[in-house]
């Protein structure tokens, strides 16, 4: 597609619900990246993906958050048993490499979807 | 580890005033560094880069950026700021001993005052 695609842009959820977080990346972007961004913090990494290999899970918060991309393309960000600190907005971002040279590392961002945890 | 640091939470400057965000790095080779841009309710937008040569990068909507290796540092500059600016910038650097993945900064939020 065009831009990087994010489903769904709004979720309230109750606490200890799961929820999915969907992320459709740029055609043939072989990195993509999950941030979440709380109201007056910055971006906090949370998980990344590079072509086939393993994704770096350093970022994730805690064992209740997972992610996984289907097919080098669309990436889905699980939060199981959610907690009223999940709260925050989700970005996705998807580049054509993650490895060096002109061009590499340049993100294109989602609109985000915000996840509100009552 | 590479980290970024954004000294400045929260910056004000007159409109038609000058601008400078500080972005400091800690990286031992040369360092990718980026700056974006997130706007009230948009997504966030490049603004420049630098992987390597002249080390004052120009970017988008006027704003330039200067790499300076004895300082650590990647600062963001603008002459003239115009009202359409407010919003929160971040600063970014590629940490490639941890895998390439791009480590931001906390963010500096700008507001310009007429």
């Known amino acids: 597609g065009a831009g990087v695609s994010q489903s769904p842009s709004n979720k309230v959820t109750e606490k200890g619900k799961d929820v999915e977080l969907r992320c459709d990346p740029i055609s043939g972007h072989t990195a993509l990246y999950w941030y979440r961004q709380s109201l007056g913090q910055g971006l906090e990494f949370l998980i990344y993906?590079?072509?086939?290999?393993?994704?770096?899970k350093s970022g994730l918060p805690s064992d209740r958050f997972s992610a996984e991309r289907t097919g080098g393309s669309v990436s889905t960000l699980t939060i199981q048993r959610t907690q009223q600190e999940d709260s925050a907005v989700y970005l996705c971002?998807?580049?054509?490499?993650?490895?060096?040279?002109?061009?590499?590392?340049?993100?294109?961002f989602g609109a985000g979807s915000r996840l509100t945890v009552l | 580890a590479q980290s970024v640091t954004q000294p400045d939470i929260h910056i004000t400057v007159s409109e038609g005033a000058s601008l400078e965000l500080r972005c400091n790095y800690s990286y031992g080779a040369t360092p990718y560094l980026f700056w974006y841009v997130q706007s009230p309710g948009q997504g966030l937008q490049l603004l420049l880069k630098?992987?390597?040569?002249?080390?004052l990068v120009q970017g988008i909507k006027g704003f330039e950026a200067e790499f300076k290796r004895s300082q650590s540092s990647f600062n963001l500059r603008k002459p003239s700021v115009h009202w359409s600016d407010a919003a929160e910038y971040f600063c970014?650097?590629?940490?490639?001993?941890?895998?390439?993945?791009?480590?931001f900064g906390q963010g500096t939020e700008l507001s310009v005052k007429p």
């Open positions: 970014a650097v590629v940490a490639y001993n941890q895998g390439g993945k791009l480590i």
């Open positions: 971002a998807s580049s054509s490499s993650g490895t060096g040279g002109f061009g590499a590392n340049v993100l294109t």
């Open positions: 630098y992987f390597s040569g002249d080390t």
């Open positions: 993906f590079q072509g086939n290999s393993a994704p770096d």
